[in-house]
């Protein structure tokens, strides 16, 4: 079986699937109905929110992940968007390498991603919210001038483009309003953290994996442990499963069972990194008030 696999692709033995896996002691599930009729900004809003928000706290700190139901993205987008997903990965190779990333735009089909050094056994198609970015230069050696980014859509299926793209923006609206509740966790008004990610260059990006069947599952994995450095990621998982998150409390992986129309939340590093750059705005403007009232 081993032969049949290039071994690009074999994890280290720690790191193989694990058989005995299970689904004791779940992600917390967290029902997101109130977000549909309470305003964050409002005065009375932490209040109502109170009970949701001690929820999203405690999975945000003892998990780092958390699943939502009832959390307003139509249920019709997600089966259309899943359905043109699987057409385009439906197709011949060579026809999804027409709209295969480079070096200059990492947006579109990929197949030979790696991760901790190890070849990911999946494919994936990524493409941001809006169809054109402006990438401003970093002020690096070698990098004096901007990159434009460009979604690349494939003739088929011919729905996919504005499928993936209504999914998107609902899933993004859905991603702030997250945010939102987080930073009522943090005792900040609720569009607090939200100007780190709204404007340009667009911060929001959507990524499918398709995994095929692997004739050693044993020894392969469609993606190896990571940890996300984004701010959320809002994951979609298909009544397959197979998702594997990490318990703080005793080191052990736990399985996320699917939900059908539920979304799997993983808040990532960049939290943190704003987290820490309020913090230092917050205490600047303290020190200056001291100042300036002695």
């Known amino acids: 079986m081993v032969s049949e696999v290039d071994p690009a692709f074999l994890q280290d033995p720690d790191h193989r699937p694990s058989p005995t896996i299970g689904e004791a002691g779940a992600i917390p599930i967290i029902d997101l109905s109130l977000l549909s009729c309470v305003n964050p900004d409002d005065v009375g809003a932490r209040q109502s929110l109170a009970a949701l928000m ?36 439906a197709l011949p190779a060579e026809k999804k390498r027409r709209v295969r990333r480079d070096a200059v735009n990492p947006l579109g089909y990929y197949e030979s991603e790696h991760t901790k050094n190890v070849r990911d056994w999946k494919e994936v198609f990524d493409f941001m919210v809006d169809d054109e970015v402006v990438i401003p230069p970093s002020g690096e050696p070698g990098d004096q001038e901007a990159t434009t980014w460009r979604n690349q859509w494939p003739d088929c299926p011919p729905e996919l483009r504005e499928t993936a ?57 469609g993606v190896g442990r990571h940890k996300d450095s984004g701010a959320l990621t809002v994951l979609l998982q298909d009544d397959v499963g197979g998702l594997d998150v990490k318990r703080k409390s005793d080191g052990q992986w736990v399985r996320v069972k699917p939900i059908p129309g539920s979304f799997i939340i993983n808040v990532g590093d960049i939290i943190q990194v704003n987290l820490l750059l309020i913090l230092r705005s917050m205490m600047r403007d303290l020190f200056g008030v001291l100042c300036r009232n002695p």
């Open 165 to 221: 793209r209504e999914y998107a923006r609902e899933v993004e609206n859905l991603a702030f309003k997250l945010l939102e509740v987080i930073s009522l966790t943090l005792n900040l008004p609720a569009k607090r953290l939200n100007g780190f990610f709204h404007g340009q260059p667009q911060s929001s990006f959507v990524r499918v994996n398709h995994y095929p069947p692997c004739p050693a599952p044993d020894l392969a994995l």
């Open 54 to 89: 001690r929820e999203v706290e405690a999975a945000s700190k003892d998990w780092g992940f958390f699943q939502v139901v009832n959390h307003g993205v139509s249920l019709e987008v997600l089966e259309r968007f899943q359905v043109a997903a699987r057409g385009f990965f």
